[in-house]
């Protein structure tokens, strides 16, 4: 249904040009009230453009805002706060050195009647922000400590803090599993029962579709299509944001591996710190042959993260027992270093800790891991690193040139350069977590395909992903971490997304 009356917010004509290029090229975009307005499109196709603009985060751009009809024009985020419109960013910017009250409060803290910062007041309110979005935490911990996930969790709490009348959140789910997910669409469908406008991105279009009352796609910084609910589906929309048909998604499946080329035995994990009520992990065994590629699934917290972090000897000393294995010698990966010297790579869970050098170019960015390699294998020119990195970014069609700094490219751009330089390595082992976080679908079917294509040249590939459909439809077995019993392992031959949820839900069996 068409709801009659002005717009709580209408933009009108937006553009705005990087160099030559227009990230967004007159875009029309109307928030109304109670309704979840998607936001879709490729990565690169200038969806965080246009809200960051909306938000009052970049303030350079043509076209016309309105607020209740009334054209306005944003000095920075703080003016559209005023005006009732808040953004939860793609790329988080909370304080890592800061309490998670400090940062939900940031600027805005709450005071006593003699002038101090009221503190109880302020942990009080955040632990009430935080149960809203399904998470308990000590108000007192520093953000730098938390899982992305986590981390995500906090921002989303920090926006509701404001009470917005325009929600607008840039790939708010993008670190959270399946649970997690479930309580945001809660907090989603309260919000717009209580009257806001709420903008969603996600490239997690099965969310988009229990979720959204209308949705626009953006192709290359335009308008490409809207879809109300009604005629809103995943094929749809794909073929919107790609232009073309979709196709298959995932490898098939060939079964066959070489020899064993890791192992953990009675693997065991210590906590970070204590919590109660939780076990972590302990006596996993697991082995990845050759050629094969095996999931690791779980719940946010099961310690997926931990897990591979100590396999890449980037985990804390001492904080894990039992043997490790590759290729039939026994290892204790003392650094990151010394991990990629025995064979392994690593792409973490959060790109902004995965050494990207945002000020640098892609290029260099992508080249940074294999200098060693190529210097020793010979010399390194410049013409020889063009060559490597330009083969590897095209493989994975990276949106940008080769002499962009990374900074600039889009979030899920940013991604496949973290990914390219993984690669680029050539490891034995490669050790993944959340690979495809926000990467578009016509990308992901991409990434599959490279890593099919590199267990197919004998790598062993272990991937730990939140998307059970990732988990069923790429890898030859899943191992799925819970509370303190170990591991259960699923052959995805002959299970499906269902009983990987029960495994992780700690269904016995
Ligand atoms: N500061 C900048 N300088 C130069 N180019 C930029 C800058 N910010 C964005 N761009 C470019 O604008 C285009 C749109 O980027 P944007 O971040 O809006 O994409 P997106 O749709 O949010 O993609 P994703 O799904 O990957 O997050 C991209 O080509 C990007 O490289
Ligand atoms: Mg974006």
New binding site residues.
Partial sequence: MEEPGTPLVALTGISKA??G?L?CDGVDFTVRRGEVHALL??????????VRILSGDITGYRGTIEVDGEPVVFGGPADAQRRGIALIP?ELDLVPGLSVAANIFLGREPHTKLGAVARQRMHRETRELLARTGIALDPKRAVGELRTGEQQLVAIAKALALDARVLVM??PTSALTGAEVERMVKVIDELRDAGAGIVY?S?RLEEIGRLADRATV?RN?RVAAEFTARDLTVERVTEAMIGRPVQAFFRVKHGETGDELLRLDDFALQPRRHRPGRREPAGITLTVRAGEIVGLGGLLGSGRTELLETLFGAGTPGRWHGHVSLGGSEIRPRSPRHAVRLGLALVPEDRRIAGLALPHSVRASTALSVVDRLATAGFLTRRRENDTVAKVLGDLKV??ALT?PV???????QQKVVLGRALLTEPRLLLLDEPTR?V?VGAKAEIYQLLAAAAARGIGVLLASSEPAELVGLCDRVVVLHDGRGAAELDTHDAGEAELLAAAMGATD
Avoid at 41 to 50: F, I, P, R, Y
Avoid at 407 to 413: D, F, H, I, P, R
């Fill in positions: 990087y160099g290029a990230a499109g490729e990565n690169g196709a200038g969806k965080s453009t246009l793609q840039d790939e991105i490239h953006l910084g949106k940008g962009d900074g600039t490219l889009s979030g899920g751009n926000g578009d």
